[in-house]
């Protein structure tokens, strides 16, 4: 798929359902963050470029990966032993981050989790 047909799918409103972001539009938490997540279904889709030194031009081969990650997916990774070095990488620690855990919001902390090892998205 190219950056121009995501673009073009983005402005069908393909993605609409697609409202757990990690910034208000699609285009920046997709292209920017790499991810976007249906609260509802519990698909996430990760964009990856195909190419090091990706430039978004319209030509540009892009990956649109899709996984379904839950909650639980998430509690699980956060729970493990030896996930002290993660929570140093995002300033935070174990409790305060289960606390924050909500149904339709925690692509945060999915796209946290891929920026620091690719748990998600391997």
Request: glycine fraction near 4%; aromatic fraction near 12%; charged fraction near 30%.
């Amino acid at each position: 798929m190219t950056y121009n047909e995501i673009k073009r799918a983005i402005e069908n409103g393909d993605y609409d359902a697609y409202t757990d972001r990690v910034d208000v539009t699609i285009e920046i938490s997709l292209f920017e963050y790499g991810i976007l997540r249906n609260p509802i279904t519990n698909e996430c889709l990760f964009c990856t470029p195909v190419i090091d030194n990706w430039e978004m031009e319209d030509d540009k081969e892009i990956q649109l990966k899709s996984v379904d990650v839950t909650k639980e997916d998430v509690i699980d990774y956060l729970i493990e032993e030896n996930r002290s070095a993660f929570f140093k990488f995002i300033g935070s620690d174990m409790n305060t981050e289960l606390d924050r855990l909500d149904d339709n919001c925690f692509a945060h902390i999915i796209q946290s989790i891929n920026s620091y090892d690719g748990w998600f998205n391997n």
